[in-house]
């Protein structure tokens, strides 16, 4: 065991990308999977594998762990409880906050210690400066494996409640998914209609790139109850019922356009209801129309 080493747990796509960024900072790793040939992989390029998940555990403090979700954390760690005692656990696994406070709790009771993860990267983009990864859990903790850490991305630590790195992660998600969906959909129906998606990316690119504005915008709108009256409900209607129409039109599936409409239309119903404009943010966040 040295100050360069760490153990990391689930070879999925990012965990073998996360062991590759490991080694290109020469760190040394240990790895465990339950599917050996991604195992065999990882040692080629200069991985040490251990034989059974204790001993992974034994090799290193820092266990780096990435897996579906935190359920399958138990379902690794639970046979062997009493390796656990002493170790750090970074678990950038994706779930719910909930989940991860739990995941916490039940690590500490075991005499361990955690953080929580959320690695805001592509598998193939940990390399990229832009990429970052937000971490939650007792701070002394954090900082005394920062270095290491850091090999993964930027750290963003939010403090010592473990959830917040889920629900900082799952936000962010929450904006990411539906925007890659649009996309895939606009481009879609570019090619449906005989026209090519390179002639219309740099259009896309120029609309998707200048968008720090608009959320600096729609944040404060939110922190003022909402963005849009009356007439700025029914623009955004329309503009959507529109996008359903081309989409039709040449036979692409506009599940996602019809949901994103049904919002607009929800607020302008409520709106009528109430006298007064009601933000599609008030649907979001929950309010009673």
Do not use: C
Not at 182 to 195: K, N
């Amino acid at each position: 065991m040295s100050d360069r080493s760490v153990t990391v747990i689930g070879l999925g796509p990012m965990g073998q990308a996360m062991i590759r960024t490991f080694l290109g900072a020469g760190v040394e790793v240990t790895v465990w999977n339950r599917s050996l040939e991604k195992a065999d992989a990882m040692v080629e390029l200069g991985a040490t594998r251990a034989a059974t998940v204790a001993e992974a555990l034994d090799a290193n403090e820092l266990i780096v762990v990435s897996l579906t979700d935190y359920a399958a954390m138990f379902d690794v760690l639970g046979p062997v409880p009493d390796r656990l005692a002493g170790k750090v656990f970074a678990n950038l696994s994706s779930d719910s906050p909930a989940n991860t406070r739990d995941a916490g709790a039940w690590v500490r009771a075991r005499g361990g210690a955690f953080l929580a993860g959320g690695v805001m990267a592509q598998s193939d983009g940990l390399a990229n400066p832009e990429s970052y990864v937000f971490f939650a859990g007792p701070p002394t903790v954090f900082e005394k494996h920062r270095d290491l850490l850091q090999v993964l991305g930027a750290p963003e630590y939010l403090g010592d409640d473990e959830g917040l790195a889920q629900l900082y992660y799952q936000a962010v998600l929450a904006i990411f998914n539906p925007l890659l969906l649009g996309f895939e959909q606009a481009l879609a129906m570019i090619e449906r209609s005989g026209e090519t998606i390179e002639r219309f990316l740099p259009y896309a690119q120029r609309s998707m790139g200048q968008l720090d504005g608009v959320y600096t915008g729609f944040a404060a709108a939110a922190q003022a109850g909402g963005w849009g009256d009356a007439a700025n409900l029914r623009m955004m209607a329309a503009g959507a019922r529109h996008v359903i129409e081309t989409g039709e039109a040449v036979g692409v599936d506009t599940a996602l356009a019809e949901t994103v409409h049904g919002y607009w239309q929800q607020a302008i119903a409520a709106s009528e209801r109430r006298g007064h404009p009601v933000p599609t943010f008030a649907l979001m966040r929950g309010d009673q129309p």
